[in-house]
C-alpha cells in the first residue's frame, strides 16, 4: 500500500468572525475563513501581491473553542485537511466546496486594544464555556514573560537584571 498525505498549514487573519452552529445530534461545528497574502516582485521589479481565501469548519470541543477565541481581523496559525463536499442546491443543481477541516487552531497575534486577558481565562469545567487550548494559554504566557522581560530590561541596568527572572507562578492565569 503506498502512502498518502492531506495536510494543510496555513498562516493568516480572519475575514469575519466565526459562526458556531450545531448539527441536530448536538455536535458543535465552526465556519470561518482566514485570507493568506502572498507578494513578489516580477522579472522588471514590479511588486505583485496575491491574497487567497480559504473556508474551514471546525468539530466538536475545537469549535467551541475557536468561535470564543477568534475574531474577525486575528491571526492565527491552523493545522488541517482538505475535504471537498457536494450537495444539492435547493434550485436543484449539483453543488461543491473544498475547504479546510481544523485539527489545530492556535492564536498568534497579541490581545487586541480593548481586550483583557480575563476574556481568556474560563473555567474548564464550566458546562457552556470552554477554556482555550493549552497551546494558546502557553503562547500567551510566553507573550506576558516577554513583555515583562522587556519593561524590567529598559528599566534596568544588565548586571541588575540578571538575578531576576520571572517564574510561572508569577503570571496572573
Known sequence: MTRSLNKVLLIGNLTRDPELRYT??????????IATNRQWATDSGEKKEDVEFHRLVAW????????????KGRKVY??????TRNWTGQDGSQRSTTEV????MIL??????????????????SEDQVAPPEEVVEAQKEDVIQD???SEAEEQSPKDNQDDSLK???IPF
Open 108 to 125: 498568534l497575534d497579541s490581545k487586541r486594544e480593548g481586550e483583557s486577558l480575563e476574556e481568556f481565562d474560563v473555567p474548564a469545567h
Open 101 to 104: 477541516v481544523v485539527t489545530d
Open 24 to 33: 441536530p445530534q448536538g455536535t458543535a461545528v465552526c465556519s470561518f475563513s
Open 148 to 150: 515583562v522581560e522587556t
Open 168 to 170: 510561572e507562578e508569577d
Open 60 to 71: 466538536n470541543k475545537l469549535a467551541e473553542i475557536c468561535a470564543q477565541l477568534l475574531k
Open 78 to 83: 491552523i493545522e488541517g485537511r482538505l475535504q
